[in-house]
């Protein structure tokens, strides 16, 4: 969604998390791709050739020296703490917000580790996830209570289609909630809704979008408009031109995952696991929760070395390794099970096709010929409305590198062979 775009890997419509402090998109919610990048450095046979250092610390404005990989930073006094001291303070508050960069395993180790703290002093702890939505309430239920093994819990869910990062690094995570019979609370609002207000406005929702959205959607607060309207031009596009509507979209976003905590909280204590995007100096769900309860919550950023931050972005900044993306398309780079294609996708009119809204240049997809406004109708024979169709057309052909795409070409139909080279993990 909107913010995701910030900081996750995540292919979809962008709308928001963003790399704290604007650095680092490693995610955007729309676009099906894998980005990979080479340093080729050439040099004459009388150069020098010096070893590139890779990044090893955080650095923090305001604070001269760096921040290695494993080091928990108390941004208030600009100290580092250790876990105990950490735990210790997240202990008597009610909600505990713990971000990630969605394609990064290490943010999600930090996120179960605090979790597994948590519940050892709270065993009827509330886990609310952004990565569920309103909807798989029941599905959640019937996992943690043991009734849905896994392949049946991710058909349930959705996860292919709403969310599609690789589920095995939130697995851990979801074994844990199961083993101990958790309550998760589903944060996150139908897409679709959130991608109309992008492109129309609040005033183009019907009632019955509306009822599905937050009562109260706070779109004045100033800092919060220029923090999100400093990456705007990033997620600008053919569909999402205006940047009022955009913030009226990511403001519907995280007053709605507010609500949604509010109305689960009770007199409960819950951690959040959600985007930095969503935490970041405490104006997307933190502060609109706050307004809702007035209950007392701290914010654990996980951030990777490379990143200079600001303190303020949240009460504890968690230094992590800059770890190889997991990109949310559905279609993995690096696996041989979700081949790269390279195309971003938006599902067409009452299931006919996929519209294809971009094409990344030097993708199979572009150099079998495929264009932007395309409708992908089949793959080898198999018609396809969804990324799962997609994923079970080409991820299930074991050994098979060259498929058929048909496409709809303003009313034309063609048949494009796609080359895809499968690598192994």
């Known amino acids: 969604m909107i913010w995701e775009r910030f900081q996750t890997c995540r292919p979809g419509f962008s709308i928001f998390n963003h790399p704290v402090d604007g650095r680092g998109y490693c ?8 980005a990979c990048l080479f340093l080729c450095v050439s040099v004459s046979s009388c150069a020098m050739i010096e070893k590139l250092r890779m990044p090893t610390v955080v650095r923090i404005k305001g604070i001269s020296d760096g921040f290695e990989i494993g080091t928990i930073v108390h941004s208030e006094t600009g100290q580092v703490v250790s876990f105990d001291e950490l735990m210790a303070d997240l202990e008597v508050v009610r909600v505990v917000y713990v971000g990630e960069r969605h394609c990064n395993k290490v943010h999600h180790d930090v996120q179960l580790r605090i979790l597994k703290a948590l519940h050892e002093k709270d065993p009827v702890l509330l886990v609310g996830m ?3 939505e309103g909807s798989d309430q029941h599905a959640l239920d019937q996992w943690s209570s043991g009734q849905l093994d ?7 869910v959705g996860w292919d289609e709403k969310w599609r990062f690789d589920f095995a690094i939130y697995r851990p995570i979801l074994e844990f909630i199961r083993e101990k019979s958790l309550k998760v609370v589903p944060l996150n609002v139908p897409r679709s809704i959130v991608e109309k207000v ?10 019955e979008e509306r009822d599905q959205i937050a009562h109260e959607v706070d779109t004045s607060r100033e800092e919060h408009r220029t923090y999100v309207e400093s990456v705007f031009g990033n997620h600008e596009s053919d569909e999402v031109k205006t940047f009022d509507f955009f913030y009226e979209a990511q403001c519907v976003w995280e007053d709605s995952m507010a609500e949604a905590i509010s109305q689960a909280l009770n007199n409960g204590r819950m951690l959040v ?3 930095n995007g969503h935490i970041a100096y405490k104006f997307g769900i933190p502060d609109r929760l706050f307004k809702r ?6 914010t654990v950023m996980p951030v990777v070395v490379g990143t200079e931050v600001k303190r303020d972005v949240a009460d504890y900044i968690w230094v992590t390794p800059a770890e190889r ?7 993995r780079p690096g696996t041989s099970k979700r081949p790269v294609i390279g195309i971003r996708l938006k599902a067409g009119e009452q299931g006919k096709g996929l519209l294809i809204l971009n094409v990344i240049p030097e993708s199979p997809a572009a150099r079998a010929g495929i264009k932007k406004q395309d409708i992908l109708v089949a793959i080898d024979g198999n018609p396809v409305s969804s990324l799962s169709d997609i994923h079970n057309a080409i991820a299930g052909a074991k050994g098979v590198s060259r498929f058929q795409f048909k496409i709809d070409r303003d009313g034309k139909l063609l048949e494009l062979p796609v080359r895809i080279k499968r690598k192994n993990p």
């Open 27 to 34: 995610d955007m919610r729309f676009v099906i791709l894998a």
């Open 130 to 132: 952004e990565m569920f």
């Open 150 to 156: 896994e392949e049946s819990f991710l058909k349930e």
């Open 198 to 207: 992008a492109r129309v406005g609040l005033g183009g929702l019907s009632k």
């Open 273 to 275: 696991i959600t985007g």
């Open 293 to 298: 309860t007035k209950g007392p919550f701290r």
């Open 325 to 331: 993306f997991v990109h949310r398309s559905g279609l």
